[in-house]
C-alpha cells in the first residue's frame, strides 16, 4: 500500500497526507506478511504432530505384530509337541495291534508298517514346526515393516516442521523487502516531486 503514497501526492495531496498513507500502507503489509508467515508455521506444525501421531500408531502395531510372532512361536512349540506325541501313540498302538494279531512285531512286513508309520509321524511334526515357524516369521516381517512405517513418519514430522519455519522466515524476509521497496520508492517519488516543485518556482520567478 506504500505505493499509493506517489499516486496521492500527485494528485495534489499533502506531503504529511502521503507520508502517513506510506506508514500506514507499509505496516498493513508487513503485518499481512506476519499473519501469512504464523500461518505456516502452524500449518507445519499441524503436519508434523499428524506424522508423529502416525509414527506412535506404527510403533503399537509393531510391538502387537512382535507379540503375535511370540504367541505364534509358543503355539507352534505347542503344536510341535502334540504332533509328536500322536506319533508315538499311533506307533504304539500299530505295534500293540500287530502282536495282537500274533504277528512277529520285531521281524518282516511288521517292522516295515511301523517304520513307514515313523517317518509320516516324523513329516507331520516337521509340517508343523515349518507353520508355525513361517507364522511367525509373518508377524515379524509385519513388525519390521511398521518399524520402518515409525521411521518414515518421524521424518516426515521433522521436516514438515522445518518446513514450516523455513516458509515462515521466507516470507517474512519477503515481505519486509517489499515493504523497504515500496517505501523506496515512496521516498524517491517525494524527492522528484519536491525537486520538481522548486525548479517551477524558481523558473516562474525568472520570468518574473
Known amino acids: 500500500m506504500a505505493f499509493l503514497a506517489p499516486i496521492a501526492m500527485s494528485m495534489g495531496a499533502s506531503a504529511a497526507t502521503a507520508s502517513t498513507i506510506a506508514t500506514v500502507g507499509s505496516i498493513a503489509s508487513l503485518a499481512g506478511t506476519a499473519f501469512s ?41 505347542k503344536d510341535v509337541h502334540a504332533a509328536q506325541m500322536k506319533a508315538r501313540a499311533e506307533a504304539g498302538a500299530l505295534q500293540a495291534n500287530q502282536a495282537a494279531s500274533g504277528v512277529n ?40 515393516g511398521f518399524t520402518a512405517q515409525a521411521g518414515l513418519d518421524r521424518m516426515n514430522a521433522s521436516q514438515s516442521e522445518t518446513a514450516g519455519m523455513v516458509g515462515a ?10 515493504a523497504a ?21 524558481g523558473f516562474s520567478g525568472f520570468n518574473g
Not at 515512496?186 to 516531486?193: D, H, M, P, Q, V
Open 37 to 77: 508467515a504464523i500461518g505456516q508455521m502452524k500449518q507445519g506444525k499441524a503436519a508434523a504432530a499428524s506424522a508423529r501421531y502416525n509414527a506412535k500408531v506404527a510403533e503399537q502395531n509393531a510391538n502387537i505384530q512382535r507379540q503375535n510372532s511370540k504367541w505364534a512361536a509358543e503355539q507352534g512349540n
Open 105 to 144: 512285531v520285531n521281524s518282516g512286513s511288521s517292522v516295515d508298517v511301523r517304520s513307514s508309520a515313523a517317518e509320516l509321524g516324523q513329516l507331520n511334526t516337521l509340517s508343523v514346526r515349518t507353520s508355525a515357524a513361517r507364522k511367525a516369521y509373518g508377524y515379524l516381517n509385519e513388525a519390521a
Open 181 to 201: 521497496t515500496n517505501y523506496g520508492t515512496y521516498l524517491n517519488s517525494k524527492s522528484t516531486i519536491s525537486g520538481g516543485d522548486s525548479w517551477n518556482e
Open 169 to 178: 522466515a521466507g516470507t517474512l524476509l519477503g515481505g519486509i523487502g517489499d
